[in-house]
């Protein structure tokens, strides 16, 4: 269930944002921690993507992000094992302030703790920013593959370009574009 109650449909991805308030001093500590669990997730079927954003301040939270390829990987991950495990290493210096959950597309755009605290960027300047991430990729694609994909069947051709133009997508260059237009993004 998202943070709003509403149930993913089976193939949504999933952005999980948690907010941690550690207490001071155990910083350290709960880097250390932050990192075993986020790699025990990467490794988990399904994950497409961790990260970890440190406090702004020192009176703000740590967030925690991982994002799943749809809800069944998810909730795999937060029955697994592997997840307990990690729990049950916690030192009981740090807890968890805020749970957000963002569905779709909008788990692109989550790399901000405006987007954790359920403030994504509005969809019409989320398609922009993919936009603008997106035409350099496939200008590119067409200059450089569709030569080589011209004895091809025209309905074949999109098969080999479109995983890799989304791989490069979400690993590449909507990061770069989500950074580069951070503040416009999240603002009004």
């Not at 925690?64 to 991950?77: G, I, M, N, P, Q």
């Not at 994909?149 to 989304?166: D, E, H, K, N, Q």
Request: glycine residues 8%; aromatic residues 8%.
């Amino acid at each position: 269930m998202t943070a709003d109650g509403q149930h993913g449909r089976q193939g949504d991805e999933i952005t999980l944002f948690v907010a941690r308030r550690v207490e001071p001093g155990y910083e350290a500590a709960f880097e250390v921690w932050a990192k075993g669990i986020l790699a025990a997730a990467a490794a988990h079927q399904g994950n497409l993507g961790t990260g970890l954003l440190r406090p702004a301040g020192p009176e703000d939270p740590w967030h925690l992000l991982l994002h799943f390829r749809d809800t069944a990987a998810f909730r795999s991950w937060q029955d697994s094992p592997a997840r307990a495990a990690c729990f049950a290493e916690a030192d009981g210096h740090h807890h968890e302030v805020h749970r957000h959950e963002i569905l779709g597309m909008e788990g692109w755009f989550a790399t901000t703790p405006a987007a954790a605290q359920g403030r994504p960027p509005v969809r019409w300047k989320m398609a922009v920013a993919s936009t603008v991430a997106i035409a350099p990729l496939t200008v590119t694609a067409s200059l450089l593959l569709n030569p080589h994909l011209a004895g091809l069947p025209v309905a074949v051709r999109p098969l080999v370009t479109a995983p890799l133009i989304s791989a490069l997508m979400t690993y590449a260059a909507l990061p770069v574009v989500t950074r580069l237009l951070r503040r416009w993004l999240f603002t009004g």
